[in-house]
């Protein structure tokens, strides 16, 4: 839950200088890195909640980090010109040690873990 915390405060810092400073220059890149702080963020505090709801976040913005770092990554190595600058999960996470890569792993995992998965979850409490 700290990782994703300490991810959450570094993509939305580096997504706010980048969108107000040179936003024109790549903003797509921007704006995917100021989405990820944010997926990072739900995540963040939805894994530190028991209740069922915020379990039931954890797994989506789990899966939805999983997706996103799957797919930017691939189409940045893919297609490197796809990003004039670099996103947080560009490379698969390669500007933060790949931990972007290896964080939703872990996410899903402790949720797989501690036994409360997506199907069980009661979205009403």
Do not use: N
Not at 50 to 61: E, H, Q, S, T
């Amino acid at each position: 839950m700290a990782a994703y915390g300490v991810f959450a405060l570094a993509a939305v810092s580096r997504s706010v200088v980048q969108i107000t400073t040179r936003f024109e220059m790549a903003p797509l890149a921007y704006l995917l890195s100021a989405f990820a702080g944010v997926v990072y963020l739900v995540a963040a505090v939805a894994l530190g909640e028991g209740i069922p709801r915020a379990r039931a976040v954890a797994w989506a913005a789990c899966s939805i980090e999983l997706v996103g770092v799957v797919s930017v990554g691939t189409l940045s190595v893919v297609r490197p010109g796809t990003f004039p600058d670099a996103t947080v999960w560009s490379d698969f996470g390669i500007g933060y040690g790949f931990v972007p890569a290896v964080l939703p792993l872990l996410g899903l995992a402790w949720l797989w873990h501690t036994g409360v998965l997506p199907e069980h979850a009661d979205w009403r409490r």
